[in-house]
C-alpha cells in the first residue's frame, strides 16, 4: 500500500477517506513543520498533501526518494519549488476553482469592513465607550455604492469580486497581465487600464495577484503614493504582494484612508505596527475559510493525488510537461 502524508490538520473525514486507499500519517496536531522536520516526515513517502504555508523546497522533495505528487490545498503553489520537483518527476497539483466564491465574499467582507469602519465601532461597543445613542459624526466611513473598485489580477477570483460590485453601482477598473476577453469584460463590467490610472482613480484597491518573485512587493511605498488620501487598499490575495512596511507607514501618516488584509508576509507574525492602527482590518488567512469550501479543496487534492498514485493524469496538474 503506498504511503500518503498529510502535512496539516484536516477534516477526519477527509483522512478515512484517503486511509481506504492508502496509509496515511496524519499531522493532526496542526503544527507546521519547519522544513527540516518535514524532511524527516517525507522519506518513504509517495503522496504529500500540503498547505500554502507548508515549504515543500528541494531539499525536502529530494529527501523523498519516492515521492510521486504534491498535491497543494490551495489555488496558488509558490511555497512549493515546482522547477525540483519537476526535475525529479513529481507531479504537483492545486485546487482551483472550488474556492473563488467564498475568497471573493470575504474580499467584500474586508472592503466593507474597512468603508464602514466595523471593527473600530465594534472594539467601541464592545469596551463600553458608546455613551451617547446617536452622534452626527461618529465612525464616518466611506461610501461603497457608485465608487471606483479597482482590481490588480483578474483571474476567476477577480472576475468573482468584479462581478459583486454590479450591486453596488460601481465603476470597475482592472488592471492584468492579459486582457480579457470581451465577454468577460461586459460581464464583469469592467475596463482595462494601466496600474498607475486605477491606483489613481479607484476608492477601493483590491489586490489579487498570486505572489510570485515578479510580484514581491507589487504594491510598495510608490505605489501607495499614487493612491487617493480617501482609498482603502484590501489584499486577500497573498502576503508579500503588499509591502507591508510601506503599508504601515501609510497608514501611520493617512497617506490612504485604510486597508482591510488577510494576509501578510510572514504569517502568522504580523508587522508589530498594525495592531496600534484603527485604520486597518486584520483576519487571519480565512479568505477560503467556509466549511463547505475547505472540505471542496481537500476533496480536489485528494482527487489530484490518488490520480496520480493511480497511474493517472491528476485534473489539476501545475508542471504541465509532466502530463
Known amino acids: ?151 490588480i489580477g483578474m483571474g476567476r477570483i477577480g472576475q468573482a469580486i468584479a462581478r459583486r460590485a454590479f450591486g453596488f453601482d460601481m465603476t470597475v477598473l482592472y488592471n492584468n497581465r492579459s486582457r480579457l476577453s470581451e465577454s468577460e469584460e461586459k460581464r464583469c463590467n469592467a475596463t482595462l487600464v494601466d496600474r498607475d490610472e486605477l491606483l489613481a482613480r479607484s476608492d477601493f484597491v483590491v489586490v489579487m495577484a498570486p505572489y510570485s518573485p515578479a510580484t514581491h512587493h507589487l504594491i510598495g511605498a510608490a505605489e501607495i503614493a499614487k493612491m487617493k488620501p480617501t482609498a482603502i487598499l484590501v489584499n486577500s490575495a497573498r502576503g508579500g504582494v503588499v509591502d507591508d512596511a510601506a503599508l504601515v507607514e501609510a497608514l501611520k501618516a493617512r497617506r490612504i484612508a485604510g486597508a482591510a488584509l488577510d494576509v501578510f508576509e510572514d504569517e502568522p507574525r504580523l508587522h508589530p505596527g498594525y495592531l496600534a492602527l484603527p485604520n486597518v482590518v486584520l483576519t487571519p488567512h480565512i479568505a477560503s475559510g467556509s466549511r463547505a469550501t475547505r472540505m471542496k479543496m481537500c476533496e480536489t487534492a485528494i482527487a489530484n493525488l490518488t490520480a496520480v498514485l493511480e497511474g493517472r493524469t491528476p485534473p489539476n496538474l501545475v508542471n504541465k510537461e509532466l502530463a
Do not use: C
Request: aromatic letters at 6%.
Open 1 to 151: 500500500m503506498k504511503k500518503v502524508l498529510v502535512a496539516r490538520g484536516i477534516f477526519p473525514e477527509v483522512v478515512e477517506a484517503l486511509s481506504q486507499r492508502f496509509d496515511v500519517e496524519h499531522n493532526a496536531d496542526d503544527r507546521p513543520w519547519p522544513v527540516e522536520e518535514l524532511r524527516e516526515h517525507v522519506a518513504g513517502v509517495h503522496g504529500l498533501m500540503t498547505t500554502v504555508m507548508d515549504k515543500v523546497d528541494a531539499s525536502v522533495i529530494g529527501a523523498g526518494r519516492e515521492l510521486q505528487v504534491i498535491a497543494n490545498i490551495a489555488v496558488g503553489y509558490n511555497n512549493v519549488d515546482v522547477a525540483a520537483a519537476t526535475k525529479r518527476g513529481i507531479r504537483v497539483t492545486n485546487t482551483p476553482g472550488v474556492l473563488d466564491d467564498t475568497t471573493a465574499d470575504l474580499t467584500w467582507a474586508l472592503l466593507m469592513a474597512a468603508a464602514r469602519r466595523i471593527a473600530e465601532g465594534d472594539a467601541y461597543v464592545r469596551a463600553g465607550d458608546w455613551k451617547v445613542a446617536f452622534s452626527m459624526q461618529a465612525f464616518l466611513g466611506a461610501d461603497v455604492h457608485h465608487a471606483t473598485l479597482g482590481i
